[in-house]
């Protein structure tokens, strides 16, 4: 299916902001989860931000994996599921989110949260459709950022099943899967074209999987191929609802 393909399901598409973040160096690895659960409590005190964003998920990189295909060069991923698309630009021209969040992100994050935040438009490739399926405290995800370059494009084609190499081998393990394609051109340095989630009932699944990971230059290549990437085990550390 072509990305930019409008079809009558385009009314169930669900859009994410989903951002990959680096803590401030000031904060040791382990502190940066409970920072940034402070940090995400100031939404409370943003009207606009809970009519704008559905549900959020913090990923905290798993500090005790030490994969060698894993990066350690980043701390967390969130993922944050956006009422409709227009709520990815709204929200960073927000009065209440300028006023209140924005001032707390240097403490947190080692810049700007806009600066490492890709919108996208997710398809489901294995597990429940059901838009009602969020990540909850505790869940495991290995996630990836495929296919970076400085001079981004889109992607050429939504996967309308799931890439083999996608699924294997280890990764086949994985109860879920969940392809985030990004909508509109990104922040300098975070061009990808499709962060992929893979959710496992164990972290002992997902070290395997990471374990498995085959990135040697022919994996590179490919419509669906890691190209420059990142690969991230994480553990959701705060979830809403």
Request: glycine share 6%; hydrophobic share 40%.
């Amino acid at each position: 299916m072509k990305a930019e393909e409008v079809t009558g399901k385009d009314s169930c598409v669900v859009w994410k902001m989903i951002y990959l973040a680096r803590r401030n160096p000031a904060l040791r690895p382990e502190e940066f989860a409970q920072a940034w659960r402070e940090h995400s409590a100031l939404g409370r005190q943003c009207r606009n931000v809970g009519q704008r964003v559905k549900a959020v998920a913090q990923c905290s990189r798993h500090l005790q994996a030490d994969a060698a295909e894993l990066s350690k060069d980043y701390d967390g991923v969130n993922l944050m599921v956006l009422a409709e698309r227009e709520a990815g630009s709204a929200i960073w021209s927000d009065p209440e989110t300028l006023a209140v969040m924005r001032p707390d992100e240097p403490r947190v994050f080692a810049d700007y949260v806009r600066n490492f935040s890709l919108l996208c438009r997710q398809q489901v490739l294995r597990g429940s459709l059901c838009a009602d399926v969020l990540p909850q405290h505790k869940q495991v995800m290995l996630i990836g950022f495929l296919q970076r370059s400085d001079v981004w494009r889109g992607a050429a084609a939504l996967p309308e099943i799931c890439p083999p190499q996608w699924q294997s081998p280890a990764l086949g393990l994985a109860s879920r899967i969940v392809c985030n394609t990004i909508d509109e051109q990104p922040p300098f340095g975070y061009g990808y074209r499709h962060v992929v989630e893979w959710w496992f009932d164990s972290v002992e699944q997902a070290q395997a999987a990471a374990a498995s990971l085959d990135v040697s230059a022919r994996a590179q290549d490919g419509e669906f191929g890691w190209g420059v990437h990142v690969f991230m085990l994480t553990e959701v550390t705060h979830a809403r609802p």
